[in-house]
């Protein structure tokens, strides 16, 4: 196997437009491409993949612990908070300081945790490939 980056995150949603909305219209993520049944969110890197979740199947993956956590590095987290809140947007866990930075936690609409990093300054000077670190939210 010779992997050559990650390509998307695929999240089953339960409406696709809330989601796109959410997505798009609250977090501000450009629309790359839509389909009736699938939208690629991003522009660069990884992109966020939405598409309609089964009926039938239980839904899982939001727990801190063993779910799914999207991670979204930002300038400012308490900036952020302070533009999505206002928003609507349910903050599961609020600021955490850790010695790479601080994060929060928010819920998108479908219960998915988002992970909102602000890297430290040290930290970010010494890491050399840019982007999300690894950083757990635990």
């Known amino acids: ?3 050559k980056r ?3 995150v695929i999240l089953a949603v339960k ?3 809330r989601s796109v909305e959410f997505y798009h219209g609250v977090i501000g993520l450009p629309i790359k491409n839509q389909r009736r049944t699938w939208v690629d969110l991003g522009t660069t890197g990884a992109l ?3 598409h309609p979740a089964s009926l ?6 939001s727990s ?3 779910g799914i956590i999207v991670g979204f590095v930002v300038g400012d987290v308490s900036s952020a908070l302070e533009e999505l809140r206002p928003k609507g947007v349910k903050v599961y866990r609020e600021i955490v300081e850790h010695e790479a930075g601080k994060n929060a936690i928010i819920l998108d609409p479908d219960s998915y945790m988002i992970s909102l990093f602000e890297p430290s ?3 970010a000077t010494r890491q050399s490939g840019g982007g999300y670190q690894g ?3 635990a």
Do not use: C, Q
Request: aromatic share 8%; no cysteine; net charge negative.
């Open 121 to 123: 300054f040290k930290e």
């Open 1 to 3: 196997m010779n992997i």
């Open 135 to 137: 950083f757990t939210p």
């Open 48 to 50: 966020i993949s939405l």
């Open 64 to 66: 801190i612990e063993n």
């Open 56 to 61: 039938t199947a239980e839904h899982m993956g």
């Open 6 to 8: 990650l390509g998307n």
């Open 15 to 17: 409406d696709l437009d």
